[in-house]
C-alpha cells in the first residue's frame, strides 16, 4: 500500500536551533515529493517539489533534499515565524494527480 | 494574479441539511481537487475534475456526496443529508496541467450541528 510517514509529529525548537525533518514513502515509482506549509486554520502553502534523488531546492531558512526512500526539510536557524505544520506528499503511480499527504510534523520554534 | 478562492469560508448546517462548497481554481488552471481533513488527521483525497469531467472520484463517499465543475462557473462539493462525521474542513486544490504541483484554497470549514 502506497503510504507516507512524517517523523516527528511535532518538535519544539528554540529559535535559532536548526533541524531536520523527515518524511518517508513507500510508492512503487515516484513521480515527485511535494512539501506545503500548513498554518492554522489555512490551507497548506507549496513550498517545493523534488523528482529524483539527490535533488535539493532551497528556500530562505528552508532545504529539501531526496533520497529514493524518503526527504528530509532541514531548517537552518529558524524564526518564530517558521512555526508551522509541514507537509510531505506524493502523487500515487496510478494517478498521479492524486496525493497521498503524510500526517505532518508540526514545528514551534521558541523566541 | 489571485490565488484559489473557496467559499463559504465556514459552513454551519443541521443534521439532514444540504452543504454545497464551491472552488474557484486560480486562473489559467484547469484541473481541480478535493480533499477532506478530518480533525487530527491528515489531508485525504476526495475527487479529481477537469471542466465537466469527473477524472477520478476513488476517494469520495459513494452514498450523499457529488461533485461537478461546470464549463461556467466554480467547482461545486455538494454533501446532501448531512451527518456529524461530516464536519471538517475541504480543501479545493487546483493544478495548470495534471501531474504538477497543486496550489490549495484556503479551506472551508464545516460544522455540522
Known amino acids: 500500500e502506497d503510504q507516507v510517514t512524517q517523523s516527528p509529529e511535532a518538535l519544539r525548537l528554540q529559535e535559532g536551533e536548526s533541524s531536520s525533518l523527515n518524511c518517508s514513502y513507500t510508492?512503487?515509482?515516484?513521480?515527485?515529493l511535494f512539501w506545503y506549509r500548513q498554518d492554522p486554520g489555512k490551507g497548506p502553502e507549496f513550498l517545493f517539489t523534488?523528482?529524483?534523488a539527490g535533488e535539493e531546492k532551497e528556500k530562505e531558512r528552508l532545504k529539501a533534499t531526496l533520497t529514493k526512500k524518503e526527504s528530509f526539510l532541514h531548517i537552518t536557524a529558524p524564526k518564530p515565524e517558521d512555526s508551522a505544520t509541514y507537509l510531505c506528499?506524493?502523487?500515487?503511480?496510478?494517478?498521479?494527480?492524486?496525493?497521498?499527504f503524510g500526517q505532518g510534523t508540526r514545528l514551534t520554534i521558541n523566541p | 494574479n489571485a490565488g484559489v478562492m473557496q467559499n463559504p469560508r465556514h459552513l454551519v448546517r443541521r443534521r439532514g441539511q444540504e452543504a454545497r462548497l464551491r472552488c474557484s481554481p486560480m486562473?489559467?488552471?484547469?484541473?481541480v481537487y478535493w480533499y477532506r481533513q478530518l480533525p487530527e488527521e491528515g489531508l485525504k483525497f476526495m475527487v479529481y475534475?477537469?471542466?465537466?469531467?469527473?477524472?477520478?472520484e476513488s476517494g469520495m463517499p459513494k452514498e450523499r456526496f457529488s461533485a461537478e465543475f461546470p464549463k461556467e462557473g466554480p467547482s461545486i462539493l455538494r454533501i446532501q443529508q448531512v451527518v456529524r462525521g461530516d464536519s471538517a474542513a475541504y480543501f479545493c486544490?487546483?493544478?495548470?496541467?495534471?501531474?504538477?504541483?497543486?496550489?490549495f484554497g484556503p479551506g472551508t470549514r464545516l460544522t455540522v450541528l
Open positions: 486544490a487546483s493544478s495548470p496541467t495534471g501531474g504538477q504541483e497543486q496550489f
Open positions: 510508492v512503487s515509482g515516484l513521480r515527485g
Open positions: 523534488l523528482y529524483s
Open positions: 506528499a506524493v502523487p500515487l503511480i496510478q494517478g498521479a494527480q492524486k496525493l497521498v
Open positions: 486562473k489559467g488552471h484547469s484541473h
Open positions: 475534475l477537469q471542466k465537466e469531467n469527473i477524472i477520478d
